[in-house]
């Protein structure tokens, strides 16, 4: 959508139509101004899009919007960051450019996913604001003590299987996992 967006402003600058508002001041002010802010608005609308469409649950709009302008906003930021990068990094050694664009590439791919899942996460926690409240009122045993308690049951097995050692009985776990019979 954002190849779109900047495809259609570029097509539209070439009418002679658009030439001819151009010489008026306040149109030619109008056109600038969305001519830059549509690119972004395409892309929140597409991330909006993804986090509402995408999961297999229902996503409310309000929490979709929400998650796709803060994926936005950092794509904004981060692309005009890596933008600066390339353009500085023109210093470099003919040798080395290809294959720093490979890395850069691999970066920016990366980067690019990690916006993609912060926006998923913050169109969850804005769909279940009381996701914060159970860690907080659990004393840290929430979701985060939840994961780490089965990596570690999983690691504890795992161990004992490669030093050949039987397996637990349910009688036999250790107190701290909580599962006394």
């Not at 802010?37 to 996503?59: D, E, G, N, Q």
């Not at 919007?65 to 994926?71: E, P, Q, S, T």
């Not at 009122?137 to 690691?155: H, V």
């Amino acid at each position: 959508m954002v190849f779109t967006a900047l495809t259609l402003t570029a097509s539209a600058q070439s009418y002679w139509l658009v030439e001819r508002l151009f010489e008026i001041g306040f149109v030619s002010y109008l056109f600038t101004l969305t001519t830059s802010v549509m690119p972004f608005v395409l892309l929140c609308a597409t991330f909006t899009f993804l986090y509402k469409f995408i999961p297999y649950t229902k996503v409310r709009l309000s929490s979709a919007l929400v998650g796709g302008a803060v994926a936005g906003l950092l794509w904004q930021v981060v692309g005009m960051a890596f933008a600066a990068f390339v353009a500085n990094s023109a210093r470099y050694a003919a040798v080395y450019s290809s294959f720093a664009i490979v890395i850069v590439f691999l970066i920016w791919l990366y980067t690019g996913w990690l916006i993609f899942l912060i926006g998923a996460e913050v169109t969850y926690f804005h769909q279940y604001p009381s996701a914060f409240l159970y860690e907080a009122m659990t004393d840290g045993k929430g979701y985060r003590f939840q994961e780490w308690l089965a990596l570690s049951t999983l690691a504890e097995i795992a161990r004992r299987h490669l030093s050949h050692r039987p397996p637990w009985s349910k009688r036999s776990l250790p107190p701290v996992w909580g599962f006394r019979v």
